[in-house]
């Protein structure tokens, strides 16, 4: 919650809810004016500036010693002091007990099976690896219409949490004694629409690869 603006902010107000981004943006510079891109030139995280922009000072102290503020949010603390373009302003019917910010791992996988992938309606989809990104990536393409959503990972334990998020068919590659690529392509005829890579493993992405049909 806004406790008090700077001079200059007309943003803002005190008492609007607000969450902390350290990632912000000026709205002015390229990138704050592309489509493609949020990382701008004045806000983007920095892990060694450690003083507010405009001044290049601390605004916060211990016996007289001044203490240098974290990634542009310093919310380790009970009260901060930010730039205002790192803080996005937030319905304030939204109860703050709940609200937060989905972060890049959601982002990831989400926006990578949405805005890249772009699975058909009644598609196939293989999602690789079912943390974060994967629950994610999972996510979009029920969001995109997607009839089979096979998840793959070699936890089964991520099986059941991952249903959440709209995987409808699990394949653990220690199951099988053949490459994970074939026991898809067998599953679906030939292979998968579209399949979305979330481990990093290269050999994880060879399987990704060759699991898409022709
Ligand atoms: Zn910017």
Known sequence: IVESVGEGVTDLKPGDH?????TGECKECRHCKSEESNMCDLLRINTDRGVM???????????????????????FSEYTVVHVGC??????????DKVCVL??????????TLNVAKPKKGSSVAIFGL???????AEGARIAGASRIIG??????????AK????????????YNKPVQEVIAEMTDGGVDRSVECTG??????????CVHD
Do not use: W, Y
């Open 103 to 112: 972060s890049c791992g959601i982002s990831t996988g989400l926006g990578a």
């Open 164 to 175: 959440k998020f709209g995987v409808t068919e699990f394949v653990n590659p220690k199951d």
């Open 18 to 22: 607000v969450l902390p981004v350290f």
């Open 152 to 161: 793959v990972d070699l936890n089964p334990k991520r099986f059941e949490e």
């Open 53 to 75: 922009l405009n001044d290049g000072k601390s605004r916060f102290s211990i016996n007289g010693q001044p203490i240098f503020h974290f990634v542009g949010t310093s919310t």
């Open 201 to 210: 493993s290269i050999m994880a992405m060879i399987s990704a690869f060759e």
């Open 87 to 96: 803080v996005a302003k937030i319905n304030p019917e939204a109860p703050l």
């Open 131 to 137: 943390g974060a990104v994967g629950l994610a990536a």
